[in-house]
């Protein structure tokens, strides 16, 4: 069994900043972390970490922080597919961080959109029934429409985490299997600001289980069984970038090993998972490691 | 003879975006260029391009930004010094290119800071009776007139680019052979509206040769034996970056080259090549090349 991740991966800049420039203005700022990122790269190498044959179809271009990329993801036991950059430049998301502790972000979506259909195609000829999709919301409704029609007709499981999320995202719900989304995202396309009562909606609309991160509050997951509610690990805030990658892929990761569908457990490792991101600064740098995660999944 | 040209080297990358970012917000923008820039290596670029013998002492930090800047300078035939990496992060200059036109900018300046006057003496060392140091305004006031006082110690001819500028430049004047001002520095540092009046104020204050740089008015050189005034070259203009240095550089180079002071000859001669840089898009990808400067310097 293995996990297709299907998304983009980014290069994260991490400027600090006094506050954020007017039109016309040159400001000072130091650029305090670069750091590996993107939430199809994020999920791959969690996943991969705890253990899971994963191949993650991405692009990078072909500009010097294409070939960082590389290096980094060659760090990971992950396969990166397509093997060679697209004639663009390598996505990336500037991170402005004020001084009052407010950001600003700026992401570029050029090389994820350079991959093709066709180009994932080719890399999903070598998926067995049975085996996993997962995609984030990185890439045009369209795109990310097909590569889950190609993966139910493969007899692939289809796992979505719809963020950066679009209205028109609430259409493929019929295709996923298994739904992750923050509270803003339930509420948006489960259209009522009711997480439960949006849990269910989304249920309702042809998902096979639903997962709904609640930050502080913890997760709950929904599926034709119930309703079970997991709290969060107490942790202290360092920066959150990445918990969310690090929760779905530890819960994901986590009901493979077990050779199960998804139950409180995966949640609650998942919960323990992501509060070692948060506890820590940037974002592949912030991840819990290989060890950790061995640790967790005994 | 050889000129020292001490100062920086940024990676200069462009967004375009539709708008700034609020605080908070996460917003989409391309990355459309990604170029060499820093007005130290710019100008070192550009002397070096004139046949000049260039020594460019600026500090890369120890990222893959820095070895793409290496790989680039290295191209040029130019001397970077030192020849190891700072411990810190590559200069950036973030360009953030709004829709309807306008700029904002977010300079880092840590290499830079990280260069040390000790590390600067240790290249001087190197420096004989009559080259020349040329600096601009990237570096502290104290650091600045450190390696001013210590040139002048050494006979060396000193060039001020005093950009960007700072209110407490004006006290370094007495230090300065030439100095190279647009209006806006000269309004500045020779606290007066009027330009001409602005570069006579800097001259009295012990500048030997000042060169005020007008935009599309051109430019004016004020020496002992008075004002002469430069038509600008016609020019549509795509993309000011880099045409001050590149009107610099190319005067500079006129002048050591004819072994003559400066004189109307070497601004019409700046003036050409700017408007080359102006008429393209980029910073160096923008620079006149070796071959069109050694025709504008015959």
Known sequence: MQVFVI?????????????????GSSIHGAKTHQDLGGKGANQAIILS????????????????????????????????R??????CRTDTSL????????????????????????????EL??????????????????????????????????VFNP???????????????????????????GNTADCILAAHALLNAGV????????????????GTGLTHVAAEPVSVKDTTGAGDTFLAVMLASSLLRQSSLAAIDLQRAALASSITIGRTGTLSAFPTQFELAQMLK
Request: glycine content about 6%; aromatic content about 4%; proline content about 4%.
């Open 82 to 87: 397509p093997n060679s950059p697209r004639d």
């Open 163 to 189: 963020s950066p999320v679009k209205n028109t995202f609430a259409e493929l719900l019929p295709l996923i299997d298994i739904l992750v989304v923050n509270q803003l995202e339930a509420q948006l396309l």
């Open 208 to 223: 096979g289980q639903v997962v709904v991160t609640l930050g502080a509050e913890g997760s709950m997951l929904l599926n």
């Open 7 to 23: 998304g983009n991966i980014s290069v994260d800049e991490t400027y600090l900043i006094n506050d954020l420039p007017q039109k």
């Open 49 to 80: 970490r705890c253990g899971i044959n994963t191949t993650l179809i991405a692009a990078i271009g072909n500009d010097n922080q294409g070939h960082w990329c590389k290096e980094k993801i060659e760090q990971e036991r992950l396969t990166l």
């Open 125 to 158: 000829l070598f998926s067995k029934p049975g085996d996993v999709v997962l995609q984030q919301g990185n890439f045009s409704h369209q795109k990310t429409e097909a590569i889950f029609s190609l993966a139910r007709q493969k007899g692939l499981i289809t």
């Open 95 to 122: 991170i402005l961080n004020c001084a009052d502790g407010d950001n600003a972000n700026i992401t570029t979506t050029t090389a994820a959109d350079a991959l093709s259909i066709n180009d994932i195609e080719q």
